[in-house]
């Protein structure tokens, strides 16, 4: 690919451009085809810059959206700010992707409002590749863009996560599942047993039932579908558990004997060879599917390989042309006049 | 303890006698002042009994509530089944807990009928003390009896967990958080965020603000509150994950040179050490607080040591005298004539 230009959003996140910068200073490294724009204060960005880099700019922003401001306020005074210019620039053709780290529902708005919706979604979708036990992955969502979801914006994001796993995964009817409370039809939230029924309705949805929380990472489904409350708790667990499970190998090398260092150093080996791929610095980003171009969601916390993460998420979307493939498919199963109708008739 | 006296619902869970009935048994083994009822079908309990043991007696029940029914129609239809007949042996006095692996919404609706709410109390919530870390506690509720709360619910499960932590833990003032998808105030759902300013206004609860779910084993809050949808998928999702590793390190010892074996061996024992005290067969058993007596729930898919986790429960529960010491808690700070009143006043 010729041309591939990411914004990012360097003021945002809780560590802002000492993270950002040196993390697109990799992402260059790594690909000779990449350009980054930084967006942020210039005076900020520039101690991490050692020399100027060829295919480097600064784009000036003068204020920064931060996590403690509701949505609604955040957008009212977003002109200027580092999250709505990295966004602009895609808007502009500038980019084609854009990554932030900031607050979360201001830059599902700022999205919406500036780069707009696939035609036939409602509310785009914070999405991540998961990756399982067995060295598969599955597609899930939501994973914070919307707190609490209706059944038919369930339904679009089982349709929109199939799409993406058949895309990405190369699998023909990928499984698709509702993240519940029990196995049983009876079980859970109104709303998921609603979506539970039009997905099972469905002939073009491989919908195979309701997954539990200790199925997670088995690898029984391909997509797994849940609301953005839900979602998010449920990522953010199993991180925490990795990363204390991952980093117990180190304490326990730690002994004073050489069997005990010999065998830390095996059972390291070992737990990155079983579980590294887990490991959330590796999978960082989430992707806010069903807008009409590629927005790329990093955790506040992110370091710097975990940033990293987030912009080969962007280029990934980008190389796989995300956003036109789920829209293509969409349109091809929506009649033209209803495209800007409900999902549910998909 | 003279007298302690525990109905286990026999029929319940996934695999009914054939897990409760040995589970029973080692009860009575580790317990010489433990005498159990056995509730179910004596033809199906007969086969797992190779004697009369003179601390255990079968009391017969004719049909079973199980995981398909919906709440409504099984409490509609539970006369005589052998969750409803378990419960009735407490209300009889006849045993001071029961224990059953079944139905959670209709133990739930059926505790409730029989057995009674604590004065003030709106809505019982299952419970458990997940253990952190660092090997201390947290107490955690709602785990499933209430899918979704309002922020009343909330702070009543906050209210009780508080109590229940500084009863079990001999903690003074408990730590108190709510589970939530960030740490700003603005974030995560409306009911959440009004639960958070009750709490935040109530000098007698120890609140410390919203925990994420990165943080759940960390220690960082002795009750953790959600509503039932979240903490269900929660626990599980923990459950999942902990088991995943704990097998890790048996797959790990199965290589074929010495140093594999002893390696594995010793990160086996490293591994037990570290997490052994995470594992969820050692703490299965949640218990419902609320109710003027003690119901504990076990898993549905619980194996023997599981149930006798969840016997140990009961007994804990018991010995602990928990109902009485919430309701005298709550009845302290609660005016008589509002004593039916909601517990937004406490």
Redesign the interface.
């Known amino acids: 690919m010729d041309n591939l230009t990411i914004a990012l959003d360097a003021m945002s996140g809780d560590f802002g451009p000492r993270i950002v910068v040196p993390a697109a200073l990799k992402a260059l490294d790594h690909h000779q085809n990449l350009k980054i724009i930084l967006v942020g204060n210039t005076s900020e960005i520039s101690p991490f810059l050692s020399e100027n880099h060829p295919r480097l700019t600064i784009v000036e922003s003068t204020s920064v959206i931060t996590?403690?401001?509701?949505p609604s306020f955040a957008i009212r005074h977003s002109q200027g700010s580092s999250m709505r210019v990295a966004i602009e620039q895609v808007k502009l053709k500038q980019a084609q992707a854009c990554v932030s780290a900031g607050n979360?529902g201001a830059l599902m708005g700022l999205s919406k409002l500036l780069l707009y919706s696939i035609p036939g979604i409602e509310r785009p979708a914070l999405v991540a590749t998961l990756p399982t036990?067995k060295k598969g992955n599955t597609v899930i969502l939501d994973l914070?863009a919307n707190?609490?979801c209706n059944s038919e914006m369930l339904v679009q994001f089982a349709i929109m996560g199939s799409i993406l796993a058949s895309t990405m995964s190369d699998i023909t009817k990928p499984r698709v599942a509702l993240?519940?409370?029990?196995?049983?039809?009876?079980k859970?939230?109104d709303r998921i047993r609603a979506a539970a029924n039009i997905l099972k309705a469905d002939e073009r949805i491989n919908f195979v039932g309701y997954l539990?929380?200790?199925?997670?990472?088995?690898g029984k489904t391909d997509v797994l579908v849940?609301d953005?409350?839900?979602g998010?708790?449920?990522?953010?667990?199993?991180?925490?558990?990795?990363?204390?499970?991952l980093s117990?190998t180190q304490?326990?090398s730690k002994g004073n004997s050489i069997?005990?260092k010999?065998?830390g150093h095996?059972?390291q080996k070992?737990?990155a060879n079983?579980?590294g791929h887990l490991n959330p610095s590796h999978y960082n980003g989430a992707c806010l599917l069903g807008l009409q171009s590629i927005v790329i969601k990093s955790h506040g916390g992110a370091n710097q390989n975990s940033f990293l993460a987030a912009i080969e998420q962007a280029i990934l979307a980008i190389e796989n042309n995300i956003p036109e493939r789920i829209a293509s498919s969409l349109s091809s199963v929506l009649p033209k006049s209803e495209n800007n109708q409900c999902l549910q008739k998909f």
């Open positions: 996590n403690e401001m509701k979360t036990i914070g707190a609490e993240l519940n409370i029990g196995k049983e039809d009876i859970g939230l539990e929380g200790d199925e997670l990472l088995t849940c953005g409350f839900v998010n708790v449920t990522l953010k667990t199993v991180e925490g558990l990795i990363k204390i499970f117990s304490l326990m069997f005990a010999l065998a095996w059972v070992k737990m079983y579980f």
